[in-house]
Structures are given as structure tokens and as C-alpha cells.
């Protein structure tokens, strides 16, 4: 099957669907300037692994002011979304794919448009405390960093801060997780993309919709479910993603 063949084949998918989630994972943000943490430029290469651990980051002072200052400097508070996150937030508009379910930390699909948005592994773009649960948007806390706070503490408690995202050695947030994959059993077509689908729980949102459905990856490396997919596409999310979405529409006009 062709290119265009392919691409029109998940367009009536995606129109005959009764329920789409859409699922993301780093490659999709790889394209705004975002490494992901294992590829060949990935964060590992370049970030302390200290810094994502909490048990390290909760005892050592030296951690989270370190933490604090690579924070400065991310990649991700600068970032744009690009054609991929913008398409997904089309296929919302189009009234097809009400519902995305990311691994993504960055809130670029927010940014792009998209109104319902389960963040499995929290966002970078809030501050949470952890000691009393108090919660804010990071740029408060990243300005007090650049007036000279190198490790600040809670505005209500005195406690630790961090963002609001879930570290190694974190829980999942119970309540995020759980709506996922209520999410999920309520879906028949999953589209997932820019994900190795290797890193669970979170790889189990997609497996639950193949395993009652259809399952569509778009990915350009293999991934560990490709076993289940009733279609592979090996291309960038941001050259794929906006032509389903072209086609979607094309779809629904003519039924109008």
C-alpha cells in the first residue's frame, strides 16, 4: 500500500471510529527542539540522572539546586508546537479525536489546541510542593530562581518544591493513570504516535484499544507493539500527522 493509499485507509478509520485516542509519546516532540531522554542526543547523554531520581532529589539540597538551574535552561519552556501537535488538535476540531493521552511532560498539545489532555507523567509547566500538595505555574517559581533563590521553597508551606512532573522513584498519579485507561476501554481506534510504546504502564493505554479495536502507530524506529498494529507508518509524526488530518477533513465534507 501506498503513501496516499495508507494515509486514506486511516482517515476512514478515523471517521468510522466510534471513539479515537490519540497517544503520544517524546518523538512527536523531538520535532519542536525537545530531546527525548534515550535516543542518540536524548537528555541522559546530556543531565545527570541524579536529577530525575526523587529519593536524590528530596535529600540532597546540592540536587535540587542543580535541578533548578538546568531548569533555567530546558529546551522546553522555549519550544513551539509544531504541524504534528497542530493536526492533533485539528482532529479534535473535526469532532473526531475528542480525547489525547501523552507521555509528554512539555504541554505542547495545549499549546497546539487541544482541550482534553491526560498528562501520565505530569507537566512541566506547573510547580508542585511535596509537602503540602500546593501547586502554581513554574514561571513563578523559575523567576524566583533567577533572582537568586537557588532552591526555592513553597510560598504556603516552606516546603519542597519541584515540577509537577513524575520522577524515578514516583508514583504515577492514581487519579491521571486511572482516567487514561477508562479512557481507553471506551475506545475503538488508537493513534499512537512519536512512541517506543516500551514504557508501561502507559504502553498499556494503546494495547487495551488494540486488543478491542484498531491500533495505528506512527513511529519512525520499531516499537514493542508493532506485533498488534493494523497499520504501521514509518515517518515523522510531522509530515504524517497533518495529512491524515487533511484527509479526515476531506472525508467528512463529502458526507456534509
Known sequence: ????????????????AERTLVFTGAGISTESGIPDFRGPNGLWKKVDPKLFTIQNYVADPEIRKRSWRARLDSEMFDAEPNTGHVAI????????????????????????????????????????????????????????????????????????????????????????????????????????????LSVTPAAHIPRIVGERGRLVIVNAEPTDLDFMAAALVSAQTGTFLPALADAVEALLAERV
Open 1 to 16: 500500500m501506498g503513501v496516499d493509499e495508507t494515509v486514506h485507509q486511516i482517515a476512514a478509520w478515523v471517521v468510522e
Open 89 to 196: 488538535a485539528r482532529l479534535e476540531a473535526l469532532g473526531v479525536a475528542p480525547i489525547v493521552v501523552t507521555q509528554n511532560i512539555d504541554g505542547l498539545h495545549q499549546a497546539a489546541g487541544s482541550t482534553d489532555v491526560i498528562e501520565v507523567h505530569g507537566s512541566v509547566r506547573e510547580f508542585v510542593c511535596l509537602d503540602c500538595a500546593a501547586r502554581g505555574p513554574i514561571e513563578d517559581a523559575l523567576e524566583r530562581v533567577r533572582g537568586g533563590e537557588a532552591d526555592p521553597a513553597c510560598p504556603d508551606c516552606g516546603g519542597i518544591l519541584k515540577t509537577a512532573t513524575i520522577s524515578f522513584g514516583q508514583n504515577l498519579e492514581t487519579d491521571v493513570i486511572e482516567r487514561a485507561f477508562a479512557e481507553a476501554e471506551k475506545s475503538d481506534l488508537c493513534i499512537a504516535a512519536g512512541s517506543s
